[in-house]
T-cell receptor, first 114, second 114 residues
């Protein structure tokens, strides 16, 4: 089935630093790709998504581009804030045995210091 | 609109017992999915219910079951609990069926099996 590999954390940055969290995938067909974010003590929230190659998802200053040639969907932000501290999950859709589901990466914990 | 609510938030059980977790989706959402989150395995899809029918299923043993009621509320049951079932159980709702749909997650139920 489809799978996702994202960079292991934790990642610690200073405020206003540039952020990249790498995500690569293995998939058959054309999955949709997602970034979800989990703030402390909360459930996951969709951050952005892309449904086809070369699509760019963006939200709250975060961006990710669906790169089919490199099977990647790296998350970037030009200037992080303390409030961006959270765990970030890359995910993709997967169909296996007639069942559809979201497959998540292990998550990358980001801490932004003032 | 109220978000996804899950009850209880915390639960302690002993091996061999069974447990029932509850999820109330966002009003108007017809699909409910369940996920297990552990430090070792990350986020894993359990199952999805739509219109009171299980539509998609992950790779979990039959001890894990669920159901959905006519008001879209869902329950998840785990029988004969094992230590390895200790996890954060997340429920997510979406308007329609399938992983393509934006999932709105609840805060989770943290289950500890002793």
């Amino acid at each position: 089935g489809n799978s996702v590999t994202q960079m292991e954390g934790p990642v610690t940055l200073s405020e206003e630093a540039f952020l990249t969290i790498n995500c690569t995938y293995t998939a058959t067909g054309y999955p949709s790709l997602f970034w979800y974010v989990q703030y402390p003590g909360e459930g996951l929230q969709l951050l952005l998504k892309a449904t086809k190659a070369d699509d760019k998802g963006s939200n709250k200053g975060f961006e990710a581009t669906y790169r089919k040639e490199t099977t990647s969907f790296h998350l970037e932000k030009g200037s992080v804030q303390v409030s961006d501290s959270a765990v970030y999950f890359c995910a993709l859709t997967s169909t296996q045995g007639g069942s559809e589901k979201l497959v998540f990466g292990k998550g990358t914990k980001l801490t932004v210091n003032p | 609109k109220a978000g996804v609510t899950q009850t209880p938030r915390y639960l302690i059980k002993t091996r061999g017992q069974q447990v029932t977790l509850s999820c109330s989706p966002i009003s108007g959402h017809r699909s409910v999915s369940w996920y297990q989150q552990t430090p070792g395995q990350g986020l894993q899809f359990l199952f999805e219910y739509f219109s009171e029918t299980q539509r998609n299923k992950g790779n979990f043993p039959g001890r894990f079951s669920g159901r959905q009621f006519s008001n879209s509320r869902s329950e998840m049951n785990v029988s004969t609990l094992e230590l390895g079932d200790s996890a954060l159980y997340l429920c997510a709702s979406s308007l329609e069926q399938g992983p393509q749909e934006t999932q709105y997650f609840g805060p989770g139920t943290r289950l500890l099996v002793l």
